[in-house]
């Protein structure tokens, strides 16, 4: 009887892990990625997932770098790659070598199904699509800088001779790094504080397109401050995008269009609100005009012209009045001035015999009490040199220092002895 062989962990795992190899070799696979992340190394780990199973994928640094941007959770892809076995884990993995869309099925069966769940939830509704406020004076567009849509889109803003102000963020519009590059577009437009975002791309099948069709840029768009227009494709293409923007145009040549009937019907707008303006103050002018010419003719009537001669003969009566008064107060002032002159006479020749003889009085008691007529009849004034003070009595005498003695025609000093 034969035996069943048995394998270790690791034989088992290095024999599946040729098995799966020499089975499946280089494989393609679909799905929706999830788990995206990068780690230290530079290496990239994520899982594929449909409806009902999950597949652990991972992408080496050196692979990894070939990619513009970094694909994001939600997107659609087609791996290429190996089946590899991971042994310290015993999971198998797809070992990627390069990312591109999905296919046009799996596309397809994804957007309508991402469509249903926007539109569900509001993304779509016209009552939260926000109007265009004119005028439109600077517009940031996002497209690729290479694209023929920029071209058409600036040739026809240029035929309409439109003064717009036009900012351009450059994206990739097509591939797996389209998406974050879209995103991260839509939210730096706000920095340039335009007053709308044209987002645009010629058209192409559903793979080409398909950027306009990931839920992160739906979002986005949702999410912008500025009203955002979408001219995604040809008229018959319809995008996830142009559900959720503000406004659609069919392709970038119509918005381009669509930005210069706007500019043209605010030109019109102003040029009417303009002569409206210029009516309406040449009718309130005339208005004025009339209501000056009746104010003049009133004041004509009652003007004070009128009574002019009137108040120049009252003015006369006045000024004649006037003079006569002033003459009889001055007459009747002159009187009394001479009237109170001949008192001030009299009262002052009263009054300088009254003054003489009191002075003649006040003479003689200043005569007698003249200290120098006492020294005229002999006596003498004596004072302390120093201190001159009157020594009246001997006891006043200065023990020390010499004494004054003022005479009738001068003084001299004289040393006392003891």
Known sequence: MNERPVYSVTQLTEEIAGLLSDRFGTISVEGEI???????????YFTLKDEKSLLKAVMWRSRLERLKSAPMDGQLVRATGSITVYP??????????????????????????LKKRLQAEGLFDLERKRVTALPIRRVVVITSPAAAALRDFLRTLEHYETALEVLIIPVRVQGIEAPPEIVFALEQAPRFEPDLVVLTRGGGSLEDLWAFNEEAVARAI????????????????FTI???????????????????????????ERVEEIRDRLHSAFEDFLDALREELEAIQNRLHARSPLVFVPFHRQRIDDFLGRGEQAIRGALRAERAELSGLARRLASEARLDRVRWRGEVDSLRRRLAVLDPRATLR???????????A?????????????DIRVQLADGDFLATPKG
Not at 88 to 113: C, H, K, M, S, W
Not at 222 to 237: F, M, N, T
Not at 243 to 255: E, G, I, K, M, N
């Open 34 to 44: 999830s788990g995206w992340k990068v780690a230290a190394s530079g290496h990239a």
């Open 88 to 113: 310290p884990r015993g999971e198998y993995q797809l070992d990627v070598t390069t990312l591109a869309q999905a296919g046009a099925g799996l596309l397809q069966q994804r957007f309508e199904e």
């Open 222 to 237: 949702a999410a912008s401050p500025i009203p955002v227009l979408s001219a995604v494709g040809h008229e018959v293409d």
């Open 241 to 267: 995008a142009d559900f959720v923007a503000d406004l659609r145009a069919s392709t970038p040549t119509a918005a381009a269009g669509m930005l210069a009937g706007w500019e043209r019907e605010t030109r």
């Open 377 to 387: 009849r002999g006596f003498a004034l004596i004072e302390s040199a120093l201190e």
């Open 389 to 401: 003070r009157p020594i009246r009595v001997l006891a006043e005498v200065p023990v020390k220092g």
